[in-house]
Nanobody, 117 residues
Framework: QVQPVESGGGLVEAGGSLTLSCVVS????????MAWYRQSKGKQRELVAE???????RFVDSVKGRFTLSGDKAAGTLTLQMNNLKPEDTAVYYC???????????WGQGTQVTVSS
């Protein structure tokens, strides 16, 4: 059983930056899939960035060129660096970990990111 814990959210002006951190308790494993999702009011939760089973990284189109993702599965950490933030990035951001391809994800409690215009 793994449990992600997020930190680093906050209030920032448009154009600013924030760094979100996720620390996972328990053994993640090298084949784990680690990801950041976000959910804004009235919308479905969406994938923002993912560190795949083989280390591949992908982003949702709306954040490409602005966000970077780094992670260390052995250490159980995942970091989302968010630059040039926009008001539409406002959401609760969640860290997700799947220890296997068919394993249901474990979710953190979420961290609020608010970008003012």
């Amino acid at each position: 059983q793994v449990q992600p814990v997020e930190s680093g959210g906050g209030l920032v002006e448009a154009g600013g930056s924030l760094t979100l951190s996720c620390v996972v308790s328990g053994s993640v494993g090298s084949a784990a899939i680690m990801a950041w999702y976000r959910q804004s009011k009235g919308k479905q939760r969406e994938l923002v960035a993912e560190l795949g089973r083989f280390g591949e990284i992908r982003f949702v189109d709306s954040v490409k060129g602005r966000f970077t993702l780094s992670g260390d599965k052995a250490a159980g950490t995942l970091t989302l660096q968010m630059n040039n933030l926009k008001p539409e990035d406002t959401a609760v951001y969640y860290c997700s970990v799947r220890t296997g391809y068919t394993t249901p994800p474990s979710w953190g409690q979420g961290t609020q990111v608010t970008v003012s215009s």
